[in-house]
């Protein structure tokens, strides 16, 4: 018989116990925080809080919210609290220094987020029968790490296949016959097309697949569902978080439980700070109540969405929050990687360009793509041809070194790109990404 990872004394916990488990879980972390955190330990002084305030979850809302500008002001180490000799790992987001988010783990970290991933998996309909190819990223990035370490404590046969290389994807899913597939669902959309060009699609044993990391609509869901023959699961996390894993989808395919026995979930109002009731869209506030290394409270995501504690078919209690419906800042997610204007900005402006640039961002054949307009100096337009095509290519280069992904960079005329009265339209957005 196929042995599931199931752990329903925990994912189908009666809600008043599993609130006070999180109340339990709260006031020890915070006290861990206080005694090994200084920076937040400040931030709390600041605002009049000590541990002893904190009694359970109903005091949440009296700690103060982090944010990306905490993470990039107590970078490194500052957000730490073990000592180093206790941590294992790192992940990281990609971009350079100040953007870039690196977080710690010990080893127990890392056994509850391969938890929260077999989760996952598990609520997928994985087993130790399953053929698992995990074609997120490895290295840096959470996903492939992530899934990898999840699909292990399953018990499933792991692939680890790492991103790109179409041809072999293909070639070890068929071969090997793997039954779930991990990625970004924009690279399962584009196997889907590759599988369907190459006629192998008899030849594939995939049942489901979970996908995550970026946006994608149900329409979405749809194509590749078709497209693969499979059932495709949404999955939900953060690098500041662990990665993948804080909040899966379950057979109903109508939102994402989130392991609220690893992590308080609130909706707030992005302008105010102020905490709105279950059902009211607002930024998603993550609390971690079991991270050693890297707990952050009350981390603000940035992503917009709804929670509901709607009771689900199959019979998980955690609350369900629905896929990110938005963000509250500038950030892009490209081909599954983080890019904010900023950075682009940064860099065109240490190569000597001007700062009239725009950022077209589409969606062609289910991959991402990632245009950037430059306009010329005067003095650069007059130029030779070879000498543009030159520039255009150094700015790819260094585009790549601190993105991490490759943009198609156009010179352009000057003054040809509109001006604005208002707020420059630095971004133009092409993909449905929320719809
Ligand atoms: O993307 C972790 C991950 C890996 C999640 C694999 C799922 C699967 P970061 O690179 O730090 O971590 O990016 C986090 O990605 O704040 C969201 O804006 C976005 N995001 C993650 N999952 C989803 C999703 C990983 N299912 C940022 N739907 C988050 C929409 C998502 N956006």
Avoid at 109 to 133: F, K, N, Y
Avoid at 263 to 282: D, M, S
Avoid at 303 to 314: A, N, Q, T, W, Y
Avoid at 346 to 354: H, P, Y
Wanted: proline share 4%; glycine share 8%.
């Amino acid at each position: 018989m196929a042995k599931r990872y199931y752990q329903p004394e925990i994912e189908t916990m009666p809600v008043e116990q599993l609130k006070a488990l999180q109340s339990e879980r709260l006031v020890k972390q915070v006290k861990h925080v206080w005694e090994n955190v200084p920076y937040y330990r400040k931030k709390m002084e600041e605002k009049g809080v000590t541990p002893d305030d904190i009694k359970g979850i109903e005091d949440l809302h009296k700690l103060p919210f982090l944010t990306k500008d905490d993470l990039r002001e107590a970078y490194p180490y500052g957000l730490l609290a073990k000592p180093l000799k206790d941590c294992v790992r790192i992940q990281s987001t990609s971009g350079t220094t100040g953007r870039r988010v690196v977080a710690f783990y010990t080893q127990h970290d890392i056994d509850l987020w391969e938890d929260c991933c077999a989760r996952a998996i598990t609520a997928a309909g994985g087993t130790d029968e399953d053929v698992v190819q995990v074609a997120y990223g490895y290295g840096l990035f959470t996903g492939g790490a992530g899934l990898n370490g999840g699909s292990h404590k399953v018990g499933s046969l792991t692939i680890p296949m790492s991103s790109g290389n179409t041809e072999r994807q293909i070639q070890f899913m068929v071969d090997l016959e793997s039954t779930i597939l991990c990625c970004t669902p924009s690279y399962a959309a584009y196997l889907g097309e590759s599988i369907e060009e190459r006629g192998v699609r008899d030849q594939i044993k995939l049942k489901a697949g979970i996908f995550g990391a970026e946006a994608w609509t149900e329409e979405m869901r749809h194509d590749i569902e078709n497209k693969l023959g499979i059932k495709a699961y949404d999955i939900y996390g953060l690098t500041e978080t662990s990665g993948p894993g804080v909040a899966f989808e379950c057979e109903e395919q109508s939102g994402m439980h989130i392991n609220e026995d690893h992590f308080i979930a609130e909706i707030i109002n992005p302008e105010t700070g102020e905490v709105l009731p279950e059902g009211e869209k607002g930024e998603l506030v993550f609390t971690s109540i079991t991270k050693e290394a890297f707990p952050l409270l009350r981390y603000r995501t940035k992503d917009l969405c709804i929670l509901s504690r709607k009771k689900c078919s199959c019979g998980r209690t955690h609350i369900k929050m629905t896929k990110p419906l938005g963000r509250s800042d500038d950030m892009l997610i490209i081909r599954g990687v983080n890019v904010f204007p900023s950075q682009i900005e940064t860099v065109l402006l240490n190569e000597g360009m001007t700062p009239n640039y725009q950022i077209i961002v589409d969606r062609v054949n289910n991959t991402d793509t990632f245009d950037i307009n430059v306009e010329m100096s005067q003095e650069m337009f007059s130029d030779s041809l070879g000498k543009i095509s030159e520039k255009e290519k150094q700015l790819v280069a260094s585009l790549k070194a601190m993105l991490g992904i490759q943009a198609k960079v156009h010179l352009v005329e000057p003054k040809s790109i509109t001006r604005s009265e208002g707020k420059a339209v630095r971004v133009i957005d092409k993909r449905k990404l929320y719809g």
